[in-house]
């Protein structure tokens, strides 16, 4: 990415979806400067101005994670994960999301996780990720409060 993300960032996802609910209320909830804004785009009928003067019709929101900053830019797909986690501050996950070796990967594979993401969550995948980004967001939280006063000490 080539320019710094200005905050807001509005993600549009399928809230209809287990798995798709489940990671954007758990990125929601570990949002402590309140600059993700979700988007359930999955309400029949729904349309979003912004979207469709870019030329994003509803169904392509649906299909793939969109997200949009408040310059107006779109980013879809991996890269709304990695903007979402580290303004989450749940870095971790960032990392994973944004590693050299594994964006590569991460790419290929999010467009078969997003088209069989009901039946992922039918076998309980969401759960499992919940579990995952708890743990992540615990280790954030014990790092964060490591250092007071400029002083940082090394967690356990």
């Known amino acids: ?12 996802y399928d809230a209809a979806c287990p798995l ?11 949002d402590r400067d309140g ?3 979700l988007v359930d ?7 979003d101005a912004e979207a469709s ?3 994003i019709a509803t169904p392509d929101l649906l299909r793939r994670i969109h997200a949009r900053d408040a310059a107006g ?20 996950a960032a990392r994973l999301w944004s590693h050299p070796r594994l964006r590569p990967l ?13 039946w992922l969550s039918r076998l309980g995948l969401s759960r499992a990720y919940g579990w995952l980004l708890g743990l992540m967001a615990r280790r954030a939280q014990r790092r964060a409060s490591a250092c ?6 090394t967690p356990l």
């Open 35 to 37: 600059v993700l804004q």
């Open 106 to 118: 991460w790419d290929r594979l999010y467009p078969w996780i997003a088209d069989n993401r009901q």
């Open 53 to 55: 003067a870019a030329g």
């Open 1 to 12: 990415m080539s320019s710094a993300v200005v905050f807001p960032l509005v993600i549009y």
């Open 148 to 153: 007071s006063d400029g002083n940082c000490r």
């Open 73 to 92: 830019r779109w980013f879809v797909g991996v890269e709304v994960f990695v903007l979402a986690y580290r303004a989450a501050g749940l870095m971790g």
């Open 20 to 30: 798709c609910a489940a990671e954007m209320h758990a990125l929601r909830d570990h």
């Open 41 to 47: 785009c999955s309400a029949p009928g729904f349309v």
